[in-house]
Structure formats: structure tokens, C-alpha cells
């Protein structure tokens, strides 16, 4: 089980957008702004999609972003594109060097 | 570009002693944190632990706390993930990733090593 919750799955159409949560604590997404969303392809890396709840970096549409609310995270992906299609996860610092990590999101681009 | 590569595919016997290798180019890799995340099929990434390769400070997340030691090598910019006695549940895909320089999260991953442990 996995220290941070994230629905195993979500879907849209091209052009839709969809939301992926990411529930912890207070202890760790609720306690630091340090939460950061990945995306994984099949084989592949993950590659950095957000940081410190709402930064893109370098490279990233603006068509990703981040918010939090209390001790849940959310990804939203606007106006999807195939290439979207990926597993998703999120990671928030918990304390003592540690970082913790989300189960995924499988996104699907209907 | 910053680049972390990872040695290749290993398949181990159980009791069998393994070192993995990660190594850094395109950036100053003495003052960057190195992590180690493993990753099971079809779940989700568990932080390990992390190494500072300037002087190979080292935090294990307690879950992995004696069960693997990481090291680091400056002078060829390289970390090592190792085990002195894989067990069958060490199955994984293996990690090592960047953490963003003073910032708490991974900036840059390797292509990952897999590791299968198996009579």
C-alpha cells in the first residue's frame, strides 16, 4: 500500500480535462509544498511534470497544472492529447529526507 | 543535457551478492543528492533512500535500513545501489534520480535497472 492516495484510474476525450487527486496527511502533503506529479510511459522513466504544487518546469505544457487543498494534491491536464495517455504519480516530501510516493493513475485518452 | 545512466539487466540467484551502477554527466555531480527508488511491476515508486556523492552522506528510508548500502564514487561521478544477499522479493525495477539542487524533489531520473531474483 502506498504512502499517498491516488485513484488507479481516469479518462477523457481529446480536448477534455481531467483531474488526478493525491490524498496524504498532514504530515506530508498537508505539512510542506513540496508536491511534485510524474508521468510514465510504458518502459519509460518518469519524467517531472509539476513541483512545489503548482511549478512546471522547463518543457512542460501549460496545459498541466498543480493545486493543493489541506492534504490533497491535484493534477489537472487540460485539453488532453494522445500522448497524455500515461500513469501518473505524485510524491510529496514527508520529513527526515524522506519522499513519498503515490500508487498512480492510469489516464486514458478515450 | 543532464544524463543519468543506469547499468544494465541483471538476473540473480537468491543469497547472490549484486552491485548497480548509476552514472551522472552534464552537471556537477559532487552536489546534487542521488536517490534510489524501486519500483515493482504494476505499483507505484517507494523512495529507498539518498546519497550525497560530495561526501557520501547517506539517509535509507527504514524500510530499506539494512538490507542495501549505497556508495558513491565522485571522481568517476557514479552511485552504487548493492545487496549482499538478494532475496526472491528484491524483484524490482530500480531507480536512481536527482534530486533538484536544494530543493526537495527529483528532477531527473535514470532509465531504471531491472533486477529479477530467481532460482
Known amino acids: 500500500q502506498s504512502a499517498l492516495t491516488q485513484p488507479p484510474s481516469a479518462s477523457g476525450s481529446p480536448g477534455q480535462s481531467v483531474t488526478i487527486s493525491c490524498t496524504g496527511t498532514?504530515?506530508?502533503?498537508?505539512?510542506?509544498?513540496?508536491v511534485s506529479w510524474y508521468q510514465q510511459h510504458p518502459g519509460k522513466a518518469p519524467k517531472l511534470m509539476i513541483y512545489?504544487?503548482?511549478k512546471r518546469p522547463s518543457g512542460v505544457p501549460d496545459r498541466f497544472s498543480g493545486s493543493k487543498s489541506g492534504n490533497t494534491a491535484s493534477l489537472t491536464v487540460s485539453g488532453l492529447l494522445a500522448e497524455d495517455d500515461a500513469d501518473y504519480y505524485c510524491?510529496?516530501?514527508?520529513?527526515?529526507?524522506?519522499?513519498?510516493f503515490g500508487g498512480g493513475t492510469k489516464v486514458t485518452v478515450l | 543535457e543532464v544524463q543519468l545512466v543506469q547499468s544494465g539487466a541483471e538476473v540473480k540467484k537468491p543469497g547472490e551478492s549484486l552491485k548497480i551502477s548509476c552514472k551522472g554527466s552534464g552537471y556537477n555531480f559532487p552536489i546534487y543528492w542521488i536517490a534510489w527508488v524501486r519500483q515493482m511491476p504494476g505499483k507505484g515508486p517507494e523512495w529507498m533512500g539518498i546519497?550525497?556523492?560530495?561526501?557520501?552522506?547517506?539517509r535509507y528510508n527504514p524500510s530499506f535500513q539494512g538490507q542495501v548500502t549505497f556508495s558513491a564514487d565522485r571522481s568517476i561521478n557514479t552511485a552504487y545501489l548493492q545487496w549482499s544477499s538478494l532475496k526472491a522479493s528484491d524483484t524490482a525495477m530500480y531507480y536512481c534520480?536527482?534530486?533538484?539542487?536544494?530543493?526537495?524533489?527529483?528532477?531527473?531520473w535514470g532509465q531504471g535497472t531491472l533486477v529479477t531474483v530467481s532460482s
Open positions: 512545489e504544487v503548482t
Open positions: 534520480a536527482r534530486r533538484g539542487y536544494e530543493q526537495l524533489h527529483i528532477d531527473k
Open positions: 510524491s510529496s516530501y514527508g520529513g527526515s529526507n524522506n519522499l513519498l
Open positions: 546519497i550525497y556523492p560530495g561526501d557520501s552522506d547517506t
Open positions: 498532514s504530515n506530508d502533503v498537508g505539512g510542506y509544498n513540496h
